[in-house]
C-alpha cells in the first residue's frame, strides 16, 4: 500500500481540486463522512452517546466540525471543543464551523485560560473523543496550553479516534517532539501518510483505518517508484504457485558462508532460515575444523569445511574453494558469525570484486567493508545489505543517533550511491532500492530482538532470492515474513522467550498465509 508524505497528500487533494473540480469542501465532507463511518463500525449506534470533538484551527479541525455535524444528526450528543477563536477559521474549515453555529449547536473555547476547567468537565460525561487538532499541516512541537490538553484527553481512560494522524505526529517521520494524541484508533484520508507507519508515530496512531474521500485513482495509484507499507497482498503478488514440474534444482542452489569457532548456531540458523523459506538446496561453509558440529544438526543442508585461521575464522586461503563453490550456486549469503579476524576481513574484500552471483551481506561481512565501502559500490552482482543500525553507522560513518533519526533517508541514499538494496533493520525495518523504491515492514516486535533472529533473516532473503524474487522483493518479503513469524512465536511464546529458532518454526504459518 501506498504512503504519502505531507507535501505529497497536499499534491495529490490540490490536483484533485484543480484537475478534476472537485471541491476541497466535498472533500471535506468525505472525509468526516468516512469518520463517522468508522466510527459506527466500531460501536454500531451512535444515538445518545456523548462525544468529544476537539477542534483545531485547519482543515483537520474543519474535517472534525463535519464529524460534529454528522453524529449530531445520527443523534449523538456533541461537544465541539475549539482549540482556537473562531475569527482564526478560513476557508473550508470556516464553512463549516458556520454551518455547526447556525444549526444552534454550542461550542465551548478551550484556548482560554478557563478552558482547561471547560474541557475537565466536558471529559467527565464523554464518551468518545475525536481528535481534530492538528493533521498534516503541523509542525514542530505543540504549545504549552495545547500539551495540557493533550495530557488531559490521554489520562481521560476514553477512547480516542484521530482523525488523519494523531495530533502531534509529524506526518513525514512519525517524530513527536513534544505532547502527542495518543489514539485508539486513526481514520486517515486518501493515503496513509508515512508518520503513521514510522515509530513512535505508529505506536500514539492505534489501529488505522484508511477511507476514501473520492480522489480519483490516477492520483492516488502507485506508479513508478514510491514509498509502499508492505502487507500481506503487496508480498503476496511476488510469489508464485510451485510448478508441478519442480525440482529442487528450480528453487535455488544456495551457498552460506557463515559461522566461526564459537558461532557455529549463526550459520545454523541462516542455513535453516533459507532451507525454511523455500531453497531447493543449501550448502553452508563454514570453517573446516567446525564443520562437523556444524552438520551434526543440519540434516537437510550440505556442508563443506574452508582453510582456516588459528582462531577457527576463514582465512585468505579459502578465496579459490569457495569461488568454486560459488560456481555451483545461484545465490551467496555471508557475514553472520564470521567475525572480524582481520584475515576473514581481508577474505571478504578480495571475494567481493570477484562475485558472479546475487549476494546477501549481513553482520560481520558488513563491518569487513566499513573501511572500504567504495567496494560494495563497484560489485557487478545484485547485492542485498542487512545492516542494523550499529552497523549503518559504521558503512556510513556517522552516529547511530544520526541513522535512527533518518531512518528511510539514510537507506534510501546509501540504496543509490552504493547501486544494491539496503534492508534498515530496527523497529519499522526499511527497504530501500538502487532504483529508489521503499518498502516500510509493519510486521515485527521487540521480542525478535534476540541473538540470531538476523542470521534467520539473511537465509531467508537467500532463500527467497534463489527462487527467483528480484533482489528488493526477497528482502521486503523476507523483512514482513521473518517479522510475521516472530510476531506468530511470539503470541504463543512471550516476547521473553522467544528466540530465534522459535521465529524459523513459525516461518511455515507466515509463508501459508501467502499462499492462502
Ligand atoms: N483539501 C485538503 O487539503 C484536505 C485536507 N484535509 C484535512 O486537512 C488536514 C491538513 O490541513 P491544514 O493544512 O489546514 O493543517 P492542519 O489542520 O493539519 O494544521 C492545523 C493548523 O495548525 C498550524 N500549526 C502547525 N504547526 C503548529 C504548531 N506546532 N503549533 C500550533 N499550530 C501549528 C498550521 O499552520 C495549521 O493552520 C489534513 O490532515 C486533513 O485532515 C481533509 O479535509 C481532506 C481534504
Ligand atoms: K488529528
Same mark, same amino acid.
Request: glycine fraction near 12%; charge should be negative.
Given at each position: ?23 476541497? $469542501? ?28 476537539? !477542534? ?22 456533541? #461537544? ?39 474541557? #475537565? ?33 490521554? !489520562? ?12 502531534? $505526529? ?19 484520508? @486518501? ?5 503513521? !507507519? ?25 506508479? %513508478? ?20 514440474? @519442480?525440482? #529442487? ?12 569457532? %564459537? ?16 531453497? @531447493? *538446496? ?48 545461484? $545465490?551467496?549469503?555471508? %557475514? ?8 576473514? !576481513? ?37 547485492? $542485498? ?12 560513518? +556517522? ?88 510476531? *506468530?512465536?511470539?503470541?504463543?511464546? %512471550? ?7 522459535? +521465529?524459523?518454526?513459525? *516461518? ?7 499462499? #492462502?
Amino acid at each position: 500500500m501506498r504512503v504519502v508524505t505531507a507535501e505529497e497528500m497536499r499534491q495529490i487533494d490540490q490536483d484533485a481540486m484543480e484537475q478534476y473540480g472537485i471541491p476541497g $469542501v466535498v472533500l471535506m465532507e468525505n472525509a468526516g463522512i468516512g469518520v463517522v463511518r468508522v466510527i459506527e463500525e466500531l460501536i454500531q449506534n451512535v444515538r445518545g452517546k456523548v462525544f468529544s470533538v476537539l !477542534v483545531g484551527k485547519g482543515n483537520n479541525g474543519g474535517d472534525g466540525l463535519v464529524i460534529a455535524r454528522h453524529l449530531h444528526n445520527k443523534g449523538a450528543q456533541v #461537544k465541539v471543543l475549539l482549540m482556537a477563536n473562531p475569527s482564526d477559521f478560513r476557508g473550508d474549515a470556516k464553512v463549516n464551523l458556520n454551518i455547526w453555529e447556525k444549526m444552534g449547536q454550542p461550542i465551548y473555547q478551550i484556548n482560554q485560560t478557563t478552558g482547561i476547567n471547560i474541557l #475537565k468537565l466536558a471529559l467527565l460525561s464523554t464518551d468518545i473523543i475525536v481528535d481534530a487538532l492538528y493533521g498534516t499541516g503541523f509542525h514542530g512541537e505543540v504549545e504549552e496550553k495545547v500539551a495540557k490538553v493533550i495530557e488531559l484527553v490521554n !489520562v481521560s481512560n476514553r477512547p480516542i479516534i484521530s482523525v488523519d494522524i494523531p495530533s502531534g $505526529v509529524l506526518a513525514d517521520s512519525g517524530k513527536v517532539l513534544g505532547a502527542c494524541i495518543r489514539a485508539n484508533h486513526t481514520v486517515t484520508f @486518501g493515503l496513509p501518510k508515512l508518520g503513521l !507507519v514510522m515509530e513512535p508515530g505508529a505506536s500514539f496512531a492505534g489501529e488505522i483505518h484508511v477511507v476514501d474521500i473520492s480522489l480519483p485513482g490516477k492520483l492516488t495509484d502507485l506508479s %513508478g517508484s514510491g514509498k509502499q507499507l508492505l502487507t500481506l497482498e503487496t508480498i503476496s503478488a511476488w510469489f508464485s504457485p510451485r510448478s508441478p514440474e @519442480g525440482h #529442487k534444482g528450480s528453487y535455488g542452489r544456495v551457498l552460506i558462508l557463515a559461522g566461526s569457532r %564459537g558461532m557455529v548456531g549463526a550459520a545454523r540458523l541462516t542455513a535453516k532460515g533459507a532451507l525454511r523459506a523455500g531453497a @531447493g *538446496l543449501v550448502t553452508l561453509a563454514v570453517p573446516e575444523s567446525v564443520q562437523p558440529v556444524a552438520a551434526a544438526s543440519l540434516d537437510e543442508a550440505m556442508t563443506k569445511g574452508l582453510p582456516e585461521t588459528g582462531e577457527g575464522t576463514f582465512s585468505e586461503d579459502a578465496l579459490d574453494m569457495l569461488l568454486e563453490y560459488c560456481k555451483q550456486a545461484d $545465490v551467496l549469503a555471508l %557475514g553472520p558469525g564470521i567475525t572480524t579476524h582481520p584475515e576473514t !576481513v581481508k577474505l571478504i574484500r578480495t571475494l567481493l570484486p570477484k562475485l558472479t552471483i546475487p549476494t546477501v551481506i549481513d553482520a560481520d561481512g558488513l563491518n569487513a567493508l566499513s573501511e572500504s565501502t567504495d567496494i560494495l559500490g563497484n560489485t557487478t552482482v545484485p547485492l $542485498v545489505i542487512t545492516p542494523h543500525p550499529g552497523e549503518m553507522s559504521r558503512l556510513l560513518n +556517522i552516529s547511530v543517533h544520526e541513522i535512527q533519526d533518518d531512518r528511510l533517508n539514510y537507506a534510501t541514499v546509501a540504496a543509490i550511491e552504493w547501486n544494491l538494496t539496503v534492508l534498515l533493520k530496527g523497529a519499522g525495518t526499511i527497504v530501500a532500492s538502487p532504483g529508489g523504491n521503499v518498502y516500510i515492514n509493519p510486521t515485527g516486535n521487540p521480542g525478535m530482538a534476540t541473538g540470531g533472529s538476523g542470521d534467520v533473516l539473511t537465509g531467508i532473503i537467500a532463500g527467497l532470492l534463489g527462487q527467483g524474487l528480484a533482489p528488493e522483493h526477497a528482502a521486503a518479503a523476507g523483512a514482513y515474513l521473518h517479522g510475521r513469524a516472530g510476531d *506468530l512465536a511470539v503470541r504463543q511464546l %512471550g516476547q521473553m522467550s522467544t528466540l530465534a529458532g522459535d +521465529i524459523l518454526k513459525y *516461518l511455515p504459518e507466515a509463508l501459508r498465509e501467502v499462499f #492462502k
